[in-house]
């Protein structure tokens, strides 16, 4: 069923404001590894639980990629630091 608020739930689990810098550690699966990305918050990005199984996840704005990633605390939590307003 489609949530006719879901842009404004995605809006209030905002973590930082648009154009936000900050650095990310998680384990990606697809590495099978712990890996650091930089990133920046866009207006594209937001934080939330899986409907399912609950876990937090968090989507992103991938500097070097030029990208959204999804980061999840599936396997263990994502770190956040660096935080900053610029680059």
Known sequence: MFNNNESENKMQKQTFDIGTYFTIQYY?????ATIT???????DCYESNHKVKKYSYIKYFDIDANGIRCATSEVMPYKISEVSDVR
């Not at 990606?28 to 099978?32: E, I, L, P, V």
């Open 28 to 32: 990606a699966r697809k590495h099978q």
């Open 37 to 43: 990305r930089k990133a920046q918050w866009t207006e």
